[in-house]
C-alpha cells in the first residue's frame, strides 16, 4: 500500500507565495512521475505541474512562470513552490504519483488534497 501526505496549503494574499509538500510512503520500489492537479468548486481538477523520474517538467499554460515543480527522491517527496498567487489559484491541490511496489508493476495514486485560498 502506498500512503501520500500533502502540506503546506493555507490562505494568502494576491501576490503571496505557499510552499506545497507531498511525501510518498509504503511498499514503494521505485517512482516514476510525480504530478500536482487541482480543483477548484465547480470546475474539473486540472493538471498543475508534473515531474519525471528525470526531473523533466511540464507546466499548465495557467501557471507558466509562476510555479516550480521539484522532487527530492533521497526523500520520495515533491514540492510546488507557488509565487505571485492570485484568486484564480484557489482550490483543493491533490498530489498524484505513478509508482512501483512490490507487488504492482505501475499503479497511481492521490493524496487526499490540501486547500489554497488566495484572497485578501
Known amino acids: 500500500q502506498v500512503q501520500l501526505v500533502e502540506s503546506g496549503g493555507g490562505l494568502v494574499q494576491p501576490g503571496g507565495s505557499l510552499r506545497l509538500s507531498c511525501t510518498a510512503s509504503?511498499?514503494?520500489?521505485?517512482?516514476?512521475?510525480m504530478a500536482w492537479y487541482r480543483q477548484a468548486p465547480g470546475k474539473q481538477r486540472e493538471l498543475v505541474a508534473v515531474?519525471?523520474?528525470?526531473?523533466?517538467?511540464n507546466y499548465g499554460d495557467s501557471v507558466k512562470g509562476r510555479f516550480t515543480i521539484s522532487r527530492d527522491n533521497a526523500k520520495s517527496t515533491m514540492y510546488l513552490q507557488m509565487n505571485s498567487l492570485e484568486p484564480e489559484d484557489t482550490a483543493v491541490y491533490y498530489c498524484?504519483?505513478?509508482?512501483?511496489?512490490?507487488?504492482?508493476?505501475?499503479?497511481?495514486?492521490w493524496g487526499q488534497g490540501t486547500q489554497v485560498t488566495v484572497s485578501l
Open positions: 498524484n504519483v505513478d509508482v512501483r511496489t512490490v507487488t504492482i508493476l505501475r499503479s497511481t495514486y
Open positions: 515531474i519525471t523520474s528525470d526531473s523533466s517538467t
Open positions: 509504503g511498499s514503494i520500489s521505485y517512482i516514476y512521475a
